[in-house]
């Protein structure tokens, strides 16, 4: 599906029914990220393949439990896109190591 896009109102097929969610994150062209309302676990994450999912025009009823969901959620982040070519330590640490200390002086 090429007009899929972030926040759209979809429906997973491929199952026995069609399960109505809300598209979270688009990680590669392989992989969606979709919140979806669980009879058992409530409004959860699910990763399908694009393929797999129908837009949908009407709003359903467990639709404000997965936008919760989502606002409540960090966004997801690419690393390696977001930093591009350079190289960067990633975390504050010692930048060398320690210097040698003789004993028996």
Known sequence: MAS??????????????GIDG???DLPSRSKAIVA??????GPLFR??????????????????????????????RNAAAAEGTTKRREGPGHTRGAAHRPTGR
């Open 47 to 76: 990763t399908v393949h694009p393929d797999t999912l129908s837009e949908r025009e009407a709003e359903g009823q467990d639709d404000r439990a997965l936008r919760l969901l989502i606002r409540r959620t960090p966004g997801a």
């Open 4 to 17: 899929l896009g972030i926040g759209a109102l979809v429906t997973i097929s491929g199952e026995r029914i």
């Open 36 to 41: 979806v309302m669980d009879a058992s676990r």
């Open 22 to 24: 809300i598209v979270f």
